[in-house]
């Protein structure tokens, strides 16, 4: 399995220049009129969720990317730490946010938070780092800390992998090269079930057109 993480790290420095083309679905993940009205909805209703969900304080932002939801935290909360482990994707990142270049399976964070976030990273957690992953986030709240998280839906139709094989998919990046990375999308109850014996109780629900898994902390 540390091969797969070491390959799914990779692959999104690889694709660092072009993440943002799959999430405003520009260029090979264009969609046709009536997909991409879905998805535009179900985006929509995501940062409605973060939005009502009101982020202050505090914020801890894991494997953030490009900072697509970065750039939402930062004017939503006091301030923001966004840790991700390839300086590819921090390099696109906003200078508004604390940037920690850092591997979250080896991280331990100096502070406390009023509220962890992280988008799109869950469904790349392993089976066999979920507790630990979990332990980290809870490691990280502050006593009456809260957790939200936005991620591919059980639901999600327009998947962008091939070769799905138990918890492992390929993907390839534009010149065609190919990586291995972890990829396991969660039922709304099925998650909550899953992680409220590790202490954390959340309100998940899947977007209207099933795109997204959406929610944090009751
Ligand atoms: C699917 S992207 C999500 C990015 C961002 N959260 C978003 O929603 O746009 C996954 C991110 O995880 C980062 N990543 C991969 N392996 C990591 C690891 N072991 N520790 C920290 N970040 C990692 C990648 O660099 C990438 O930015």
């Given amino acids: 399995m540390s091969d797969v993480l ?98 979250v399976f080896s991280w331990h964070p100096a502070e406390r938070f009023d509220v962890v976030f992280f988008s799109f990273w869950l469904s790349h957690v392993p089976q066999e780092r979920f507790d630990a992953f979990w332990g980290l986030v809870r490691s990280a709240l502050r006593p009456a800390g809260r957790v939200f998280l936005i991620d591919s839906s059980a639901g999600d139709k327009a998947h962008t992998g091939t070769d799905q094989e138990g918890e492992l998919e390929t993907r390839t990046v534009a010149d065609g090269r190919a990586f291995r990375i972890v990829k396991r999308r969660w039922e709304p109850d099925e998650l909550a079930d899953r992680v409220r014996p590790l202490g954390l109780d959340v309100d998940l629900t899947m977007t209207a057109n099933g795109s997204f898994l959406v929610g944090g902390s009751r």
């Fill in 6 to 103: 070491g390959e799914q790290k990779r692959y999104y420095a690889e694709r660092a220049p072009e993440y943002d083309d799959w999430w405003y679905r520009r260029g090979r993940y264009e969609l046709e009129p009536d997909a991409l009205a879905r998805w535009q909805a179900d985006v929509a209703e995501a940062e409605a969720a973060l939005e009502g969900f009101a982020p202050g304080g505090a914020v801890l932002e894991l494997a953030a990317g490009t900072g697509i939801w970065t750039r939402k935290l930062v004017r939503l909360a006091d301030r923001v730490v966004a840790v991700d482990a390839n300086a590819e994707t921090l390099a696109l990142n906003t200078p508004a946010a604390k940037l920690v270049q850092a591997d």
